[in-house]
């Protein structure tokens, strides 16, 4: 398996604009998770995903952004519209279960500039 | 709550230097404990795992020691390389939560 795919790598884009990143995960895998990484404020779980369904959403900044996982391997998280404070590395990550030895397997990451 | 406290970085080393970087953690119940590290433009990948009192955890000459007694999960190398500079995450899980992460310790080995 190629892993946990994201796509873009990078994203630079104007203020007021859309972006929407994309997430692929290790194919049978039954979590997945969306994560914010900056130098102030680290690693913040955003939302996440079990059988497709959102669980726990209680991350998500603000309204302005959304994530949909659509089927069991693709999900995309949406900003609308982007702010510079928006700028940050976005991760995947997914697992098989989520018990005590579970390991999660995180992409590349989506280096988002707002400029 | 539960809650994990790494040592602030960045920690800069020698080359072939010894390596501990502290992680203490708060938890309700018996929570299993993680190591991950980050090297530079990649995500994060998971170094070692314990998942109750005692259990150590090894991997690539990294070790860490599950202490129920002092709530504490240290990373240590004996001899780092500089290929070893990334930054590093504790984290924990009680039960079926989600993972609870440590702030990140960046790691730089001198040659």
């Known amino acids: 398996d190629a892993g946990v795919i994201q796509s873009p790598r990078h994203e630079v884009t104007e203020m007021g604009q859309e972006v929407t990143l994309r997430c692929k995960p290790i194919?049978?895998?039954?979590?997945l998770f969306w994560y914010r990484q900056t130098m102030m404020r680290g690693l913040e779980l955003l939302i996440y995903?079990?059988?497709?369904?959102?669980?726990?959403d209680s991350g998500m900044p603000e309204d302005r952004f959304s994530a949909k996982m659509p089927n069991a391997s693709f999900s995309t998280l949406k900003i609308q519209p982007s702010e510079p404070r928006d700028s940050a590395v976005y991760f995947c990550?997914?697992?098989?279960?989520?018990?005590?030895?579970?390991?999660?397997?995180f992409g590349q990451g989506t280096r988002l500039t707002v400029v | 709550g539960n809650s994990v406290t790494q040592m602030e970085g960045p920690v800069t080393l020698s080359e072939e230097a010894f390596l501990t970087i502290n992680c203490t953690y708060t938890?309700?119940?018996?929570?299993?404990l993680f190591w991950y590290v980050q090297y530079p433009g990649e995500g994060l990948q998971l170094l070692l795992k314990?998942?109750?009192a005692d259990d150590k955890g090894s991997n690539k000459g990294f070790e860490a020691t599950y202490r129920k007694e002092t709530t504490s999960f240290h990373l240590e190398k004996g001899s780092v390389q500089v290929s070893d500079s990334a930054v590093y995450f504790c984290?924990?899980?009680?039960?079926?939560?989600?993972?609870?992460w440590g702030a990140g310790t960046k790691l730089i080995i001198k040659p």
């Open positions: 314990a998942t109750k």
């Open positions: 995903f079990n059988n497709n369904v959102p669980i726990d």
């Open positions: 984290a924990l899980r009680v039960s079926n939560y989600q993972l609870i």
């Open positions: 990550a997914s697992s098989l279960g989520q018990g005590a030895l579970t390991e999660a397997f």
């Open positions: 194919s049978g895998h039954d979590y």
């Open positions: 938890a309700t119940g018996y929570p299993s």
